[in-house]
Antibody
Framework: QVQLVESGGGVVQPGGSLRLSCEVS????????MSWVRQGPGKGLDWLTM????????HFKDSLKGRFRISRDNFRNTHFLQMDTLNADDTAMYFC??????????WGQGVQVTVSS | EIVLTQTPLSSPVTLGQSASISCRSS???????????MSWLHQRPGQPPRVLIE???NRLSGVPDRFSGSGAGTDFTLRITRVEPEDVGVYFC?????????FGQGTKVEIK
């Protein structure tokens, strides 16, 4: 059974940083791309970034403007989202998901990030 | 960046009846490899989304055949026949043809 578990969320002040983790089990992690998606309070889904199976290719939502970085550790079946210079608009539930061919197949339960002073 | 526009944004439906959701893309979703990466997801309150359909019309394992997807190019449709209580929630279309991937705004399906 595939499981994705996000961690690292919490409350952070504007301008601060957070590093989210997503640990995957029950799945051939190293063979699949991984994405991060967020959902603001009462809002829709917002695709943020992806990383290829070997970590060589990364893509980002244009508006992130270099504030977010994605990485992965295939030995630990984990990938990471480093988020810097956070602002109130980044307040959201953050989900990690595995990538099928052009779709997001398995999802974690999400981790809450709140940016507030 | 590809923009997906869903209609309607809200769909009250009677149990046992059908519902249709449209998703229109700002540009063709046909990939250079010839495939079209349009998928549909369902989200219940407090839950992560669950993918129902990928590649326009391919149902994922365990998805009832009451759900069907169709379309081509820029226009796509999710149809739910014989709506059941567990079908309530928000439905999103998503394109995985071109980075950045993107979602439609979501359509809320509720029982009349």
């Amino acid at each position: 059974q595939v499981q994705l578990v996000e961690s690292g969320g919490g409350v952070v002040q504007p301008g601060g940083s957070l590093r989210l983790s997503c640990e995957v089990s029950g799945f051939g992690f190293g063979g699949y791309g991984m994405s991060w998606v967020r959902q603001g309070p009462g809002k829709g889904l917002d695709w943020l970034t992806m990383i290829s199976p070997d970590g060589s290719a990364k893509h980002f939502k244009d508006s992130l403007k270099g504030r977010f970085r994605i990485s992965r550790d295939n030995f630990r079946n984990t990938h990471f989202l480093q988020m810097d210079t956070l602002n109130a608009d980044d307040t959201a539930m953050y989900f990690c998901a595995t990538q099928g061919r052009g779709f997001l197949e398995f999802w974690g339960q999400g981790v809450q990030v709140t940016v507030s002073s | 960046e590809i923009v997906l526009t869903q209609t309607p944004l809200s769909s009250p439906v009677t149990l046992g009846q059908s519902a249709s959701i449209s998703c229109r893309s700002s540009q063709s979703l046909v990939h250079a490899d010839g495939n079209t990466y349009m998928s549909w997801l369902h989200q219940r309150p407090g839950q992560p989304p669950r993918v129902l359909i990928e590649g326009i019309s391919n149902r994922l394992s365990g998805v009832p055949d009451r759900f069907s997807g169709s379309g081509a190019g820029t226009d796509f449709t999710l149809r739910i026949t014989r709506v059941e209580p567990e079908d309530v929630g928000v439905y999103f279309c998503m394109q995985g043809t071109q980075f950045p991937w993107s979602f439609g705004q979501g359509t809320k399906v509720e029982i009349k």
